[in-house]
């Protein structure tokens, strides 16, 4: 029984903005950012301020101090394909940036904003008018077969799969939705993150 991390709504939705706010100040509006979270709520903000910056969003499992051999080079290649200019990710990963200089260059030297210290003012966020043929995120397959390859997701492409999950789901607010997925894949985010959102109803 681990410690709970818990936000309602309306605490989500302020650290959405602030953080959306600081990465609109630090230029990554209409630019690609890395998405290096491990799983939970943290990783949820993190996705939800890109969006709310206008940023794209691209979701990736951090890299694993133990297997760095097998990991890294995966993730440098989505960075490179993906031409992610940004890499947000929590203090304790962004301390990760100058040892991996050497073993990964091309992710080390683009710059990494620590999520905690990136945080602006709601009053300073603006609304980036994102329309339906917006590009929201970037979702790279597992790269189990292959290269990991990127599709391209809209907004309209998100928002249609949502309401075609709560249709079939027949989901409400009085809901709760539980998922351990990790959230770097499709389902995992878009059916346990997203969705909860979609809906208005608790997420664990």
Request: charged residues 20%.
């Amino acid at each position: 029984d681990g410690p709970r991390d818990e936000r309602t709504f309306a605490e989500f939705c302020q650290r959405c903005i602030r953080l959306a706010s600081g990465l609109q100040e630090a230029g990554a509006r209409g630019e690609r950012v890395l998405l290096l979270y491990p799983p939970g709520v943290a990783f949820a903000e993190g996705f939800v301020a890109c969006v709310l910056a206008g940023a794209v969003a691209v979701p990736a499992l951090p890299p694993d101090p133990g297997r760095l051999e097998r990991t890294l080079p995966r993730l440098t290649r989505m960075v490179v394909d993906a031409n992610a200019r940004f890499v947000l990710a929590p203090d304790e990963l962004c301390a990760m940036a100058a040892p991996l200089s050497e073993l990964a260059p091309e992710l080390a030297r683009r710059p990494w904003l620590a999520a905690e210290a990136c945080a602006g003012s709601t009053a300073r966020w603006r609304d980036p008018g994102a329309l339906p043929d917006s590009l929201a995120y970037l979702q790279y397959t597992s790269g189990s077969t292959g290269e990991p390859k990127g599709v391209r997701v809209t907004h309209g492409n998100l928002i249609h799969n949502s309401a075609s999950i709560a249709a079939a789901f027949g989901s409400h607010a009085g809901s709760t939705g539980v998922i351990w997925l990790p959230p770097y894949h499709d389902m995992g985010l878009i059916g346990g993150i997203l969705q909860p959102i979609f809906g208005g109803f608790p997420g664990v």
